[in-house]
C-alpha cells in the first residue's frame, strides 16, 4: 500500500524546519560560544546538531557565565531568529494541528512565516530598548 502524497509533504516540510534548525542553531551557538571566549566552539555547535540536549545546556548554563567579547553581527542576530522560530514553529504547529498531515505542514509554515518576524523584532527590541532600528537610546 503506497502513501498519500499528504503524508510526504508533511514529512518533507516537517524535515526541512528540522534542518534549518540544526544549520542555523549550529551556526549561531558556534558564533555566540566563540565570541563569549570558549575553546570549544566547534564542540557547542556540533552538540547542536548531533544530539541537542547538549546545545541546550551551553544555552542555560554556559552561556550564562561568560560575557560577549563584542556585539552580535548581524548575521548572528538571523542566525538565531531562524533557530528560534524554527524550534517554535514545529512546536506549535505539531501541537495545534490535527493528524491530518497537510494541516501539521501548513501550520508549521503558516507558524514560521509569522514567527521571523516577531522573533526579530523582540531581538531589536531587547538590544535597543525599542523597535525602531535608527534611534539612539537616551539616557
Known sequence: MSQSPLVDLNYYALLVMFFITWISGGYWLYVDSKTRGSSYSVFW??????????????????????????????R?????VIAGSSILA???GVSLSSSVSISQ??????????????MYYILLYRENGSISQGTEKSD
Open 45 to 74: 555547535a556540533l552538540s547542536w546538531i548531533l544530539f541537542w540536549p547538549i546545545g541546550v545546556c551551553y544555552l542555560i548554563r554556559i552561556r550564562q557565565e561568560h560575557n560577549r567579547q563584542h556585539p552580535p553581527s548581524r
Open 90 to 92: 514545529t512546536a506549535i
Open 76 to 80: 548572528e542576530n538571523i542566525s538565531a
Open 105 to 118: 505542514a501548513g501550520t508549521v509554515i503558516i507558524c514560521f512565516g509569522i514567527l521571523i518576524p516577531t
